[in-house]
């Protein structure tokens, strides 16, 4: 797909990973919709606006099926129809399972596969009557091989991965290419107040010895946005660590 002047809606887009993907789809020329629970600065849309591009803040809560309605309704008026959804926001609450309190399960499928859910089936609707758009899910290598103390957030995030292979299939035939985006160890706020011998463990696991960048994961998501012949796969942005 070509990006020039189409409508990129990246959920959880104020920080990290999502700001990234939504620095390097603007640079490619796309529209921005920047989007989280709390009201984005206006120096990110400033940013943003800066690459030449529209750039609006659309805030809401994904995990609401009303509220993620509401969100693309906006987007709709203000900015135009989505071409593409990069499904990034998600969250974590780390606990071994025999100390997880239910709400703690919940509160992350709520977010990170039902989420996934209410922003994708309600954009579907327009880009079904187009027969054209990209839809990206942000799971993790956590979803593809487990990790001690995140068993909710690896049911979601591998929910993430079924919920992608399975969109793929039905929206294949209107020209809608549905992929995920599987990161490893990537060096963001939280990594980065690791201690070094943490780190130096996580860097370990890696066959490449290195944590990767958000770059590295908003690179694969320009990737997989420009590629319509490719969908329903999952991309391992991690330095080998799944093989």
């Known amino acids: 797909m070509e990006l020039t002047n189409k409508t990129v809606f990246i959920t959880g887009s104020s920080r990290g990973i999502g700001w990234s993907i939504a620095q390097a789809f603007a640079q490619a020329g796309a529209n921005i919709v920047l989007n989280g629970r709390k009201a984005i600065s206006t120096d990110k849309i400033a940013e943003i606006e800066a690459f030449g591009v ?16 509401k969100m693309i309704k906006e987007c709709e008026e203000t900015i135009g129809s989505i071409d593409i959804l990069i499904n990034n926001a998600g969250i974590t609450k780390d ?37 054209a758009g990209a839809i990206i899910n942000l799971s993790s290598v956590v979803g593809v091989i487990g990790n001690v103390g995140q068993s909710n957030y690896a049911a979601s995030k591998a929910g ?18 549905c992929n995920a985006i599987a990161p490893g160890f990537i060096k963001t706020d939280m990594t980065n107040g690791l201690k070094e011998n943490v780190k130096e463990q996580m860097e370990g696991q890696i066959p490449l010895k290195c944590f990767g960048s958000v770059a590295d994961v908003a690179n694969a998501a320009l990737f997989l946005a420009q590629n319509g012949y490719i969908t329903g796969q999952v991309l ?8």
């Open 54 to 69: 529209k750039c609006v803040s659309i805030c809401g809560d994904i995990s609401s099926f009303d509220e993620a309605g």
């Open 236 to 243: 391992n942005v991690d330095g080998g660590m799944v093989m």
């Open 160 to 177: 993430v991965i079924g919920f992608t292979k399975a969109v793929a299939k039905e929206v294949a035939p209107r020209g809608i290419t």
């Open 95 to 131: 606990q071994l399972l025999l100390r997880m309190k239910p709400e703690d399960f919940d509160a992350v499928m709520a977010v990170n596969l039902k989420g996934t859910f209410n922003m994708t089936q309600q954009v579907l609707k327009k880009m079904m009557k187009k027969r």
